[in-house]
């Protein structure tokens, strides 16, 4: 079924015009002043001289690291999302503790890296850092979650601290760009990896009517094969190759600040999927410290919803029977807090517990080899079908 672009947009126009209206949604967020670098060299300097004076007293050093592993220390705003609380809950990692020594040693030597790269203005992936002593580290996610632990005890953004991310997310559609170092991304032509440095990106010029978040690469690729952003144009549409990588979540939030247009989330009806949208809507525990920047609250559910496998009669085959661990998920989701603001989800989630069914965006094709982009996204756009 064809629209015309005027047919296809005018629920998209009118949602927008009630986002514009929204002070909630509008309100921007105040961000915290980036501390300078001679502020962060202060700050590392201060924790290595509470190390040194601790030895000196013949004392065992202990490191206070903010908790962000409890929900304790995270309270819900519905203008931000998950926000960490200014009084947190703290973990103390010591040196004198065969439980936390080598943890100790790990966050002293990264703050080492990061001194040195800050007063060289340089920068370092969090990949590099790994190779710098992998025997030291073990992992590269160790890696990643202790320059997170310093993020939040040092309070600033992580690109303050001179480290960069590899990003996996990709883009595509009516949007252009410059990165930081000039050079220009017409994401028009093709998809592009999403910059590893979202701060430094300039001068963004988009048409596009909405931006759609694609849970899966698998589906972003059959998306990209079948012209979605052709048939749909203008629009733009994004992945973060399943759970969300920051950089994936900084884009979104660019583009909200930048274009203040719809976004809407594609993901599978399953308990893991509806976790995806809500890391990109609400944000995550772990990463509440730097919700102001990673959270985009305008962010709609387009699908796929558990009530569509009902309307669209999806065939059995297409559904999976949810396990032990899928139901303890769900049951997880409707208690978090903001749920208690939508109802529609709520009802959503609670049809999936009593159905005890999900089904991925490619059962779909069950239907029709092309009934996701010729006839679900369409109609669904063109409707209002949303959540």
């Not at 009084?87 to 010591?94: A, P, Q």
């Amino acid at each position: 079924m064809a629209y015309q672009a005027t047919e296809l947009f005018s629920e998209i126009d009118k949602l927008r015009t009630q986002m514009l209206s929204n002070a909630d949604l509008m309100t921007v967020h105040r961000v915290d002043e980036e501390r300078s670098d001679s502020e962060i060299l202060g700050l590392i300097e201060n924790i290595i001289l509470t190390i040194v004076t601790s030895l000196s007293k013949e004392e065992a050093p202990v490191l206070s690291l903010p908790n962000r592993s409890t929900w304790v220390n995270v309270r819900f705003d519905s203008s931000v999302g998950l926000q960490m609380n200014p009084e947190t809950t703290f973990t103390t990692v010591r040196c004198d503790s065969l439980v936390s020594i080598t943890k100790f040693a790990q966050i002293v030597k990264i703050l080492s890296v990061i001194y040195r790269l800050i007063l060289s203005n340089s920068y370092a992936t969090k990949r590099d850092i790994y190779y710098n002593d992998t025997q030291l580290f073990g992992s590269q996610a160790r890696v990643d979650y202790i320059v997170d632990d310093i993020s939040c005890l040092l309070k600033v953004p992580r690109r303050s601290l001179h480290v960069l991310a590899t990003s996996k997310g990709l883009i595509t559609g009516d949007l252009c760009y410059l990165e930081e170092d000039r050079t220009r991304i017409d994401c028009r032509s093709a998809a592009f990896p999403v910059s590893s440095n979202i701060g430094g990106i300039k001068n963004i010029v988009s048409s596009a009517k909405f931006v759609l978040i694609v849970e899966k690469d698998a589906t972003f690729q059959r998306l990209l094969d079948d012209n979605l952003c052709t048939k749909l144009a203008p629009c733009i549409m994004i992945t973060g190759k399943g759970v969300p990588d920051v950089n994936s979540r900084l884009m979104v939030r660019k583009l909200w600040d930048t274009l203040h247009i719809p976004i809407f989330a594609l993901v599978d009806a399953d308990p893991y999927g509806i976790e995806i949208m809500c890391i990109y809507k609400y944000g995550s525990k772990a990463m509440s410290f730097e919700a102001r920047s990673l959270t985009v609250p305008s962010v709609m559910w387009l699908g796929l919803l558990p009530s569509d496998l009902q309307r669209l009669r999806v065939p059995e085959d297409g559904l999976i029977p949810l396990t032990k661990k899928d139901e303890t998920k769900l049951s997880s989701l409707l208690k978090r807090p903001y749920l208690k603001n939508h109802p529609d989800w709520q009802r959503e989630i609670e049809l999936m517990q009593q159905t005890k069914v999900k089904a991925e965006i490619q059962s779909l094709s069950a239907i029709a080899p092309d009934f996701l982009t010729s006839i679900y996204l369409p109609n669904k756009l063109h409707y209002g079908g949303w959540v």
